[in-house]
C-alpha cells in the first residue's frame, strides 16, 4: 500500500523525539507527586482482612489470574511462563524469606460470562498475599476493588487503560505495562508520520477501547490530524457491518483498530468493504497485536502497522522462558509478568513480611534511588546486607509513579509480513 506525504510527518517525528528525550532526561529521576491522587506506595491501614490482609503467615503466595480462555487466551502461554519463570528462579535462590514461594493459579477469562470474579474469590481463599493479573484492564476493573479490599497486591502485567491513573486502589494496585497515555501517543505520531490525516478509529467499547481511542484522538488532532468517525463497538456482537459501512462512508486515508481477537471477524468485513489492509493503511494495538498466520490467507496483513508495550527482549531471557514452557512461540507480556512476580518477591523481603500491605509500602522503595540490580539472587544478597536496592527488570527500567504505574517505559512498533506475523521496526522510550 501506499503511504501518503504530508506535513504532519514532521510534527509527528518532532513529538516523537520529545517523547524519547523525556526519557533520556528523566529516567532515574524520584517520581513527582500528583497531589490529591490516591498513592501506591502508602497503602490504605482500613484495608479489609481476608487473603494478604495483615501480618503475614511466612509464606509469600501468589495467585495468577491470567486469561486460559477467552479472547485473550493467546496472551495467557507467556504470562504464566514468565510468572512460572520467576518463581522458579525465586526458589532456587531460597524463595522469600527462607521459604518457597507457593503459586496458585486462575483463569481471568475475558468476554461473557465473567468468570473472574469467582476466579479471584478463588484465590483470595487459597490466602494469596499478591495477585499477578490480570491482561484485560476491564476484567481488572471487574475485581479490583475484591483484592484490594481484602488487603492484597493487584499487579497487573499487562493492564494499559488510563482508568488506573485516577483509581482509588487504597495504595494496592500496581502494573508494569505502561498506562495508554503513552501508547496513545506512539499510535498517533506513528499515523502522522506516514503521512495520513483523515483517519477513522475502530474501539472496543469498553475502559480499554474507549480510553486509547480518547488518547490516540487527542494527541492526533493537537497535530492538526482529523479522525472522520470514531466508532466504538460491542466486542460480543457476531458482526460489526454498521460500524464497518460507517467507517467505509467517510472513506478514510487510515484505520486504527483497537480491539482484541475479533479483529479475526472485522478484518473480512473490512475488506469486504473496500477499505481492508490492501485498500487503505491499517494499525492494531497490543490488543491484537498477534499471530494470524493460521486465520487469514497469506498476504492478508502484510503491511499492517502496530504498537504494543514492552522493550525488547535481550540476553538469554527468551531461552530462560523456553525452560519453563517449551511451546512458547510469542513472549508478549511475559518479561512484565516476570518483573511483577520479582518485585513482589524483593518487596516482601525488604518488609520482612509478606502480607499484601507489607509488600505494597516496599514496592517503590525495591525500584528506584538505591544500588542497582538486576538479577533477584544479585538483589536479596543486597538487602540481606542492609543495602537500598534499585531493580531494573527485563521489561525496562521499573520505578513506579504515585499511581501505581512505570513513569518511564518503551513501545514497540511493528509490521506485518506476508505469513500475517510481525516484525519490530523499532521501540521508543518515553516519560508517561
Keep these: 500500500m501506499r503511504l501518503r506525504s504530508h506535513p504532519l510527518r514532521a510534527a509527528a517525528v518532532v513529538a516523537v523525539s520529545a517523547l524519547v528525550l523525556a526519557a533520556c532526561g528523566g529516567t532515574d529521576a524520584e517520581p513527582e507527586s500528583s497531589g490529591d491522587e490516591p498513592s501506591s506506595s502508602a497503602p490504605d491501614d482500613e484495608a479489609a482482612g481476608g487473603g494478604g490482609g495483615g ?6 503466595v501468589v495467585g495468577t489470574l491470567l486469561p486460559q480462555t477467552g479472547d485473550l487466551a493467546f496472551l495467557g502461554p507467556p504470562e504464566f511462563a514468565g510468572v512460572d519463570l520467576a518463581v522458579k528462579e525465586i526458589n532456587e535462590a531460597g524463595g522469600v524469606n527462607g521459604e518457597p514461594v507457593k503459586q496458585i493459579r486462575a483463569d481471568s477469562g475475558d468476554g461473557t460470562p465473567n468468570i473472574a470474579p469467582q476466579e479471584t474469590n478463588n484465590l483470595l481463599d487459597a490466602d494469596a498475599d499478591a495477585v499477578i493479573g490480570a491482561a484485560s484492564s476491564s476484567v481488572s476493573l471487574s475485581v479490583i476493588d475484591k483484592i484490594t479490599g481484602a488487603g492484597v497486591v493487584h499487579f497487573s502485567p499487562a493492564n494499559t487503560s488510563t482508568a488506573f491513573d485516577t483509581y482509588d486502589d487504597k495504595g494496592l494496585y500496581f502494573r508494569t505495562a505502561p498506562s495508554d497515555v503513552l501508547q496513545g501517543a506512539v499510535m498517533a505520531n506513528l499515523v502522522a508520520s506516514d503521512g495520513f490525516s483523515n483517519v ?7 475502559s480499554y477501547g474507549e480510553a486509547l481511542a480518547n488518547q490516540v484522538e487527542q494527541v492526533f488532532t493537537e497535530q492538526g490530524g482529523s479522525i472522520v468517525n470514531k466508532s466504538l463497538y460491542n466486542a460480543d456482537a457476531s458482526q460489526f457491518n454498521a460500524e464497518v459501512d460507517e467507517i467505509a462512508s467517510k472513506d478514510p486515508e487510515a484505520i486504527v483498530l483497537i480491539a482484541f481477537n475479533e479483529t479475526t471477524k472485522i478484518i473480512p468485513a473490512l475488506t469486504a468493504k473496500g477499505i481492508g489492509p490492501q485498500d487503505v493503511q491499517i494499525y492494531f494495538v497490543d490488543g491484537n497485536t498477534a499471530d494470524y498466520s493460521k486465520d487469514f490467507e497469506p498476504g492478508t496483513l502484510e503491511g499492517v502497522k502496530a504498537t ?5 527482549l535481550t540476553g538469554d531471557f527468551k531461552e530462560r522462558m523456553l525452560t519453563v514452557d517449551k511451546k512458547l512461540t510469542d513472549f508478549t507480556y511475559g518479561p512484565e509478568s516476570f518483573d511483577a512476580t520479582v518485585v513482589t518477591a524483593l518487596a516482601a523481603t525488604a518488609a520482612g513480611d509478606d502480607s499484601g500491605e507489607a509488600i505494597a509500602a516496599e514496592i517503590n522503595g525495591v525500584t528506584a534511588d538505591g544500588e542497582k540490580c538486576t538479577e533477584y539472587t544479585e538483589c536479596v544478597k543486597l538487602l540481606e546486607d542492609g543495602t ?8 525496562g527500567p521499573l520505578e513506579f509513579n504515585d499511581t501505581g504505574s512505570p513513569s518511564a517505559a518503551t513501545i514497540g512498533i511493528f509490521e506485518y509480513k506476508s505469513d500475517n506475523n510481525f516484525e519490530n521496526l523499532e521501540y521508543i522510550t518515553g516519560q508517561v
Aim: charge should be negative; hydrophobic fraction near 30%; proline fraction near 4%.
Design 55 to 60: 501480618k503475614g503467615d511466612g509464606t509469600l
Design 200 to 206: 477513522a478509529i475502530m474501539a472496543r467499547q469498553d
Design 308 to 312: 504494543y508495550p514492552g522493550a525488547e
Design 388 to 395: 537500598d536496592i534499585d531493580y531494573d527488570g527485563v521489561s
